[in-house]
């Protein structure tokens, strides 16, 4: 993997493609690990899954997550309990541009 610029999250990248070569030795093309596009980072919205499947991709999970355990302090526990009331309701009603997180496993057709 090459890289254009030596950002961090370059840097990163090449850091978990090698940790996933050491631990979970993979066949490339059929288990490559896809680039974290962190503003790519929310969904499944219709949009998303469009983007995926225009770059050929079959998706086989998309999951979206809401909330952080950013507020743990005991200094910011009203802050804690609104945000986890937050994401109490998103689960309830969810709204994919609002996800904090989000899982896909791809898979590339032959």
């Known amino acids: 993997m090459r890289c254009r610029s ?3 999250a370059c840097c990163l990248e090449r ?3 090698r940790a996933l070569d050491v631990f979970i030795p993979r066949d490339r ?3 490559d690990k896809f680039p974290a596009r962190y503003s790519w980072s929310r969904g499944p ?3 998303m899954i469009e983007r995926l499947s225009r770059l050929g ?3 086989i999970e998309y999951h979206g997550y809401f909330g952080h355990d950013y ?3 005991p200094a910011l526990t009203p802050v804690r309990m609104l945000e986890e009331a937050k994401s109490a309701w998103l689960c309830h009603h969810p709204i994919p541009a609002l996800t904090s997180y989000a899982v ?3 898979r590339k057709p032959r």
């Open 71 to 73: 507020y743990k302090r």
């Open 15 to 17: 850091v978990a493609s």
């Open 29 to 31: 093309y059929q288990q």
């Open 104 to 106: 896909v496993i791809l």
């Open 57 to 59: 991709y079959e998706i």
């Open 6 to 8: 030596p950002s961090t």
């Open 45 to 47: 919205s219709k949009r």
